[in-house]
C-alpha cells in the first residue's frame, strides 16, 4: 500500500486531564503531517520534520484552517431511533412507550432496517464520528443491516441486538432462550470480523427478568472479548420501577452485578443518579459510563456529575454519548456544548481539554481501545476528523479573537456542529468529504 499524507493543525492527549495537569496532557502540533498507511497513522509529528522522511510518491493534503483531531467517538447511540429524534414532550418512560417501542417495530423489515442504517453511518461520518456503540433492536435483521454498511465504510463499530422479555410491546419481545440464541449467532457472524465487534445489549433491567440478565452473564462469560451494554439510573421514576421489580438487590446497578455484566468491556448509559458506592463498584469492576447531556436534558432525566465520576481517587471510565434519539446531535461538539453546561450546573467547569478528552482518547478509554483508537499517534487507527475553524461567518469572526488553541477548541466545542466537519478518514480512507462536488460519501476502495 502507499502512504498517504494529511497537513495540518493537530490535537490529540498524552494521557487523563481529570487526573494529571491538563495542560501537560493536550498535545497541540501547530503545523502537522499524519502520514497514513495500511489503515494506520505510520508517522505523526511537525511537518518539517516528517515531510523529510515521508517516501518520495507520499501525497500531501493539505487543509489550510483546519485542526486535524482522532475522529470522535460515541459510546452510546441508537441507530433505530434516528426517524424519531426530537419526539416532543416526555420523559423517558412515557417517551419509550409513545414513541420508541413503536418506531423500533418497524426493524422488523431488513429493508427498512437497511435503509436506517444507511443513513445513520452518514451522519455519524458526517458529525466526524468514526466509532460508536450502538444499539439495534431485538430483531437480528437490524444488526446484520447494520454491520453490512459498517463493513462497507470500514467503520470500527461495536453493536448488538436489544433484548427484552418483558414489559414492551409483543412484536418486541424475545425470551430468555431465544435472546440468548439469537445473541449466539450474531456474535459468530459479526465478532471480530474486520473492524466490527459484538456488544451483549439487555435494553434496560425493567425489560429483562432475572433469567434473560442471567443468559447476558453467560454470553458474557463465553465472548470474554465481547462488549456488554445497557442503561443504568438515567430517571426517577425507572430507578423506583427497578426497585420494586428486583426487590432482593440492594441496588439498580446490583441486578447488573448479580447477573455478572458488569466489568471491563461493559459501558453503562447515564449513570444520572449514582451513588458513591455504585462509583466505586464501577472503578473497582473497570465498568464505563456514557455521559449524554443532550438526551439527559432533552428528556429531563437530571444532571450527569462528570467530576464526581472521574474523582483521581477511584476515577469511572467515562465516555461521550449522544444517546440518538433521546439526544439531539450526531455531533460530538454538540453534546460537549450541553455538557460544558451541565457541568456548569453542577458548579463545575469543563475545559476545552477535559471535554475534547473526554470525544477522543476518553471514549477509547471507556471502551477499553484506548491502543487503537482515539489518539494520534504512530500505529493507531488511522480514523481522523478533520475541523475547519472557520466553517461559518461566525466562527470565522469569532477565531480571529482567540488567543490560543485551548481557547479555539472551546469556541469550536460551543458554536460548532457538523457544517465544521471538513472530513472524515476512517482506516486511512476519506469516506466524507464536506465540500466535495457531487457525492460527498465514498465507501474505501476494497
Ligand atoms: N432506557 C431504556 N431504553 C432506552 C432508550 O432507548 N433510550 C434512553 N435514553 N433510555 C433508555
Ligand atoms: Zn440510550
Same mark, same amino acid.
Given at each position: 500500500m502507499s502512504t498517504t499524507a494529511i497537513r495540518a493543525a493537530a490535537v490529540t492527549f498524552r494521557a487523563d486531564p481529570f487526573l494529571h495537569e491538563p495542560a501537560d496532557c493536550l498535545v497541540y502540533e501547530p503545523d502537522a503531517v499524519i502520514a497514513m498507511d495500511g489503515g494506520k497513522i505510520a508517522d505523526f509529528g511537525p511537518a518539517d520534520e516528517v515531510l523529510k522522511r515521508l517516501p518520495a510518491d507520499t501525497l500531501v493534503l493539505h487543509y489550510p484552517d483546519a485542526i486535524v483531531s482522532a475522529g470522535f467517538i460515541d459510546t452510546h447511540i441508537h441507530y433505530p431511533q434516528t426517524q424519531m429524534v426530537a419526539a416532543f414532550g416526555e420523559q423517558l418512560l412515557e417517551w419509550l412507550t409513545k414513541y420508541t417501542f413503536i418506531a423500533e417495530q418497524q426493524f422488523a423489515d431488513i429493508g427498512h432496517a437497511r435503509s436506517v442504517a444507511g443513513v445513520f453511518l452518514r451522519e455519524l461520518l458526517r458529525a466526524g464520528t468514526t466509532t460508536a456503540a450502538v444499539y439495534c433492536t431485538v430483531h437480528p435483521q437490524s444488526v446484520d443491516a447494520f454491520f453490512e454498511e459498517s463493513s462497507r465504510f470500514n467503520t470500527r463499530m461495536i453493536a448488538g441486538k436489544v433484548l427484552m422479555d418483558r414489559n414492551a410491546p409483543p412484536a418486541l419481545l424475545d425470551t430468555a432462550e431465544t435472546g440468548y440464541r439469537e445473541s449466539q449467532?450474531?456474535?459468530?457472524?459479526?465478532?471480530?470480523?474486520?473492524?466490527?465487534?459484538?456488544?451483549?445489549?439487555?435494553?434496560?433491567?425493567?425489560?429483562?427478568? !432475572?433469567?434473560?440478565?442471567?443468559?447476558?452473564?453467560?454470553?458474557?462469560?463465553?465472548?470474554?472479548?465481547?462488549?456488554?451494554?445497557?442503561?443504568?439510573?438515567?430517571?426517577?421514576?425507572?430507578i423506583a420501577w427497578v426497585r420494586s421489580l428486583f426487590p432482593a438487590r440492594h441496588s439498580y446497578l446490583d441486578v447488573y452485578a448479580h447477573a455478572g455484566i458488569v466489568g471491563d468491556r461493559s459501558i453503562y448509559g447515564h449513570g444520572i443518579h449514582l451513588t458513591e458506592q455504585d462509583f466505586a463498584i464501577c472503578h473497582e469492576t473497570g465498568a464505563a459510563l456514557a455521559h449524554c447531556p443532550t438526551s439527559n436534558l432533552f428528556l429531563g432525566s437530571g444532571l450527569f456529575r462528570l467530576f464526581d465520576a472521574k474523582q483521581a481517587a477511584r476515577p469511572v471510565r467515562v465516555g461521550l454519548g449522544t444517546d440518538i434519539g433521546a439526544g439531539t446531535s450526531f455531533c460530538q461538539l454538540q453534546s460537549l456544548n450541553e455538557a460544558y453546561k451541565v457541568a456548569a450546573m453542577n458548579g463545575t467547569r469543563l475545559t476545552a481539554i477535559h471535554a475534547w478528552y473526554l470525544a477522543t482518547r476518553g471514549g477509547a478509554e471507556a471502551l477499553c481501545l484506548e491502543n487503537t483508537i482515539g489518539?494520534?499517534?504512530?500505529?493507531?487507527?488511522?480514523?481522523?476528523?478533520?475541523?475547519?475553524?472557520?466553517?461559518?461567518?461566525?466562527?470565522? &469572526?469569532?477565531?480571529?479573537?482567540? /488567543?490560543?488553541?485551548?481557547?479555539?477548541? &472551546?469556541?469550536?466545542?460551543?458554536?460548532? !456542529?457538523?457544517?465544521?466537519?471538513?472530513?472524515?478518514?476512517? /482506516?486511512?480512507?476519506?469516506?466524507? !468529504?464536506?465540500? /466535495?462536488?457531487?457525492?460527498?460519501?465514498?465507501?474505501? /476502495?476494497?
Open positions: 449467532a450474531l456474535i459468530g457472524r459479526w465478532h471480530g470480523r474486520g473492524r466490527q465487534h459484538y456488544c451483549i445489549t439487555p435494553r434496560f433491567a425493567p425489560t429483562s427478568t !432475572d433469567a434473560q440478565l442471567d443468559v447476558c452473564g453467560t454470553l458474557r462469560k463465553e465472548y470474554p472479548d465481547a462488549y456488554v451494554q445497557t442503561h443504568l439510573c438515567e430517571n426517577l421514576d425507572e489518539s494520534i499517534a504512530p500505529g493507531f487507527d488511522a480514523d481522523l476528523v478533520i475541523i475547519d475553524r472557520k466553517a461559518t461567518p461566525m466562527l470565522d &469572526f469569532r477565531d480571529a479573537y482567540c /488567543a490560543d488553541i485551548v481557547e479555539r477548541l &472551546f469556541v469550536l466545542m460551543t458554536l460548532g !456542529d457538523d457544517r465544521v466537519v471538513r472530513a472524515t478518514y476512517v /482506516a486511512g480512507q476519506r469516506v466524507y !468529504d464536506r465540500d /466535495a462536488q457531487g457525492e460527498r460519501f465514498s465507501y474505501p /476502495a476494497a
